[in-house]
């Protein structure tokens, strides 16, 4: 039997160039896809057009178009590479129940990150606290949302969990109540205590007026009277209007004779 070596020849370097170009293509559209869905990702997170976008729904818009954008690179790359579309959409069609069964997790976190978006229980940069963690916003993802905490660590929460949980977000008003309580002892005079903390808060420079100071005797303990103080102030001074007053209350009771019960514990002992 004689072989001809010239068609087995030709026949491979037409396989070699053909198969070569679709792979060759394949590889610059990935190169180049990639960079694109890069560079939208930066577009949509820098652009001035966008700006009047919340940065909640940005944030979703990047992860969302990011999943779209890779998962039509890949279809295109399959055909270039000559998968026939009729059996590669058949075969993603027999894998989307395999998928979706495997993924319910998934699909329930972007439901939730759906959910997020639609009714705002909060947005990116807000300060909040669900599902057993605390923290500012800082991004919303299409399964995912990051908190950051006070002590710079990266929380992130499946957005199926936040939006079963109860969230508390601090954040969402212009202005919070900060709530005091204070021991005093059992002698000091109640108008006296009242008139040092009243005086205390209102002097605070970031303590609102309105609404209206509150200063109360609140409960008769064991050791001591408790009275309860309440002020107002812009949700951004909470800490300070807190921590400042809570100083300088001790300052005024020690400057004005206010003392403040400790528990004491007496041991008898009994001779033998």
């Given amino acids: 039997m004689n072989i001809d070596f010239d068609k087995i020849a030709n026949y491979l370097v037409e396989l070699a160039t053909?198969?070569?170009?679709?792979?060759?293509?394949?590889?610059?559209?990935?190169?180049?896809?990639?960079?694109?869905?890069?560079?939208?990702?930066?577009?949509?997170?820098?652009?001035?057009?966008?700006?009047?976008?919340?940065?909640?729904?940005?944030?979703?818009?990047?992860?969302?178009?990011s999943v779209v954008l890779y998962i039509v690179l890949f279809i295109t790359v399959a055909v270039i590479l000559g998968i026939p579309t009729t059996s590669f959409i058949t075969m993603l069609a027999s894998c989307g129940v395999a998928i979706g069964l495997a993924l319910q997790g998934s699909l329930s976190n972007f439901a939730g990150g759906i959910m997020i978006l639609i009714f705002k229980p909060f947005k990116v940069g807000d300060y909040i606290e669900a599902a057993g963690e605390s923290g500012t916003v800082t991004e919303i993802s299409v399964v995912y949302t990051e908190l950051l905490t006070v002590d710079n660590k990266k929380i992130t929460i499946p957005n199926g969990t936040i939006?079963?949980?109860?969230?508390?977000?601090?954040?969402?008003?212009?202005?919070?109540?900060?709530?005091?309580?204070?021991?005093?002892?059992?002698?000091?005079?109640?108008?006296?205590?009242?008139?040092?903390?009243?005086?205390?808060?209102?002097?605070?420079?970031?303590?609102?007026?309105?609404?209206?100071?509150?200063?109360?005797?609140?409960?008769?303990?064991?050791?001591?009277?408790?009275?309860?103080?309440?002020?107002?102030c812009k949700t951004g001074d909470y800490w300070d209007v807190n921590f400042d007053i809570i100083e300088s209350v001790k300052k005024a009771f020690d400057e004005n004779g206010i003392t403040i019960p400790f528990s004491t514990v007496t041991v008898l002992s009994a001779d033998k």
């Avoid at 679709?22 to 930066?42: N, Q, S, T």
């Avoid at 005093?184 to 609102?208: F, N």
Wanted: hydrophobic content about 40%; aromatic content about 10%; proline content about 2%.
């Fill in 163 to 232: 939006t079963n949980s109860v969230i508390e977000n601090y954040s969402a008003e212009k202005i919070r109540r900060v709530d005091f309580e204070f021991n005093t002892a059992y002698d000091c005079d109640i108008e006296k205590v009242k008139r040092i903390i009243t005086e205390v808060l209102e002097s605070h420079p970031k303590a609102l007026k309105n609404p209206e100071i509150f200063v109360r005797l609140s409960a008769h303990n064991e050791s001591a009277l408790t009275y309860t103080a309440r002020v107002w």
């Fill in 18 to 65: 053909t198969t070569g170009l679709k792979l060759l293509g394949a590889i610059v559209l990935v190169i180049a896809g990639m960079k694109a869905i890069k560079w939208l990702r930066k577009w949509i997170r820098t652009s001035e057009k966008l700006n009047k976008i919340d940065d909640s729904l940005r944030s979703f818009m990047i992860s969302f178009s």
